[in-house]
C-alpha cells in the first residue's frame, strides 16, 4: 500500500538576497518560542533551500599564540587578569604551523583556523600570521585566523597573504555585552568586522550560549548577525566552556534544547551562512550534536582541542558522521 505525505511548504522569512528585510528581536523572539518541532522543520526547510542536507565542513582550529591576553573576557582562560593555569606562550614557528595544518588537512579538513591571544596585533605580528596564512593557503586549505582587533590596512595585508575568514565574534547582545567584557566595546568589535569586510575578506562571526544572557539577550545577538549587510558566511555558534579560574566558572549550563533552538533561530535568520558548532561540543552527548545538525548546522570544528579547551577527537567525530550518513563538504 503507497502513502503520500504531503507536507504545507512554508516561505522562508529570508530570501536568497541578503538581508531583505530587517530582523526585529522581538520576531527573533517569536522563532525561539515556536514549538520545538515547528522550529526545527522550519530551520530544516530554510537549510535544504540552500545546503545538502547532509554535508558538514569541517575546519581545524590551532592556537598559533596563547595566553596572556590583557582583555577581561570574563569566560576566557588565556586572560592574563584569571588564575586558570595557564601559561602565556611565544608565537609558534612557521614550521610547527604547518606540520598541524597538514595533519588537520590528513585528517579531512577543509580549513585551518588560527587563533591568537592578542588585543590586537602589532605590525610585526601581523607580518608573521601573514606568512603563515600564505604557507597554509599553498597546501591548499582555506585561511581563516582571529587575532583580535584590526588597524586600518592590517584586514588588505592578510588578505594579500591568502586569507579567507577573519573570525571576530561579538559574543552576546549589545545589552549584556558589558556584563561579560569592560576592556573593549561593542562597537570595536563592529569596527574590526567593517574593516575586514571592507577588505573583501569573509566574515566569521558569531557568539556564544550560556554567559547568563536571557532568550531575549541570544535574540539580540541572533539580530545583530542576521542584520548585517551582508551576514557573516560563518557564524560560529559557540556553548560556554566553564573554565575553573574565570569568574564565569560556575554559570549553570544552558538547557540542551534552548542550545538547539538557538542554532535552529540562526540558521532560519541566515539562510546562506555556514552555521558552526563550535565551543563546547565536549560536553555534548551524541544525540544532542545530531539535533544540531537537524537544526542547521553544517560545520564544525573538528579535532582534538579548541584553542585552550578539549574538543572530540576526530574518530569519535568520524563514527558519528557515519552513523547519521553524514559527509564532508568543503563548504564555501
Known amino acids: ?70 582583555e ?18 611565544k608565537l609558534l614557528p612557521l614550521a610547527e604551523v604547518l606540520d598541524a595544518a597538514q595533519a588537520a588537512k590528513a585528517n579531512g579538513a577543509t580549513r585551518f583556523c588560527m587563533g591568537a591571544a592578542w588585543r590586537s596585533p602589532k605590525p610585526h ?12 593557503k599553498d597546501l591548499g586549505l582555506e585561511t581563516c585566523v582571529t ?94 566552556v566553564r573554565v575553573e579560574g574565570t569568574p564565569l566558572a560556575e554559570n549553570d549550563a544552558v538547557d540542551p534544547f534552548e542550545f538547539v533552538r538557538t542554532i535552529a533561530v540562526a540558521r532560519i535568520t541566515m539562510p546562506q551562512a555556514m552555521v558552526r558548532l563550535s565551543a563546547g561540543r565536549e560536553t555534548m552527548d551524541d544525540a544532542l550534536q545530531a539535533l544540531c545538525f537537524l537544526a542547521g548546522a553544517n560545520s564544525m570544528f573538528y579535532g582534538d582541542r579548541l584553542l585552550t579547551t578539549d574538543n572530540p577527537q576526530s574518530v569519535a567525530d568520524r563514527a558519528l558522521m557515519g552513523r547519521l550518513g553524514l559527509h564532508a563538504s568543503s563548504g564555501h
Open 125 to 136: 605580528q601581523v607580518d608573521a600570521v601573514a606568512e603563515m596564512v600564505s604557507a597554509v
Open 147 to 240: 587575532l583580535g582587533m584590526l588597524r586600518d590596512g592590517q584586514a588588505q595585508q592578510l588578505r594579500d597573504a591568502g586569507l579567507d575568514y577573519y573570525n571576530h565574534n561579538l559574543d552576546t547582545s549589545p545589552e549584556f555585552y558589558g556584563q561579560v567584557i569592560t576592556t573593549r566595546t561593542y562597537q570595536d568589535r563592529l569596527d574590526t568586522i567593517a574593516r575586514v569586510r571592507d577588505a573583501g575578506v569573509k566574515v566569521c562571526c558569531g557568539g556564544i550560549v550560556g554567559l547568563g544572557e536571557s532568550r531575549r539577550e541570544r535574540a539580540g545577538l541572533i539580530a545583530q548577525l542576521a542584520n548585517m549587510d551582508p551576514y557573516p558566511e560563518s557564524v560560529p555558534i559557540n556553548n560556554l
Open 1 to 70: 500500500m503507497h502513502t503520500e505525505i504531503h507536507t504545507t511548504k512554508v516561505t522562508p522569512a529570508v530570501t536568497t538576497r541578503r538581508n531583505s528585510a530587517a530582523w526585529t528581536v522581538a520576531g527573533i523572539v517569536e522563532l525561539f518560542e515556536l514549538p520545538f518541532s515547528d522550529l526545527i522543520f522550519r530551520a530544516q526547510q530554510t537549510h535544504r533551500e540552500h545546503f545538502d542536507p547532509n554535508a558538514v565542513q569541517l575546519s581545524t582550529l590551532l592556537s598559533i599564540k596563547t595566553g596572556g591576553c590583557p
Open 72 to 89: 577581561d573576557c570574563s569566560y576566557c582562560p588565556q586572560s592574563s587578569r584569571y588564575d586558570t593555569g595557564l601559561e602565556a606562550e
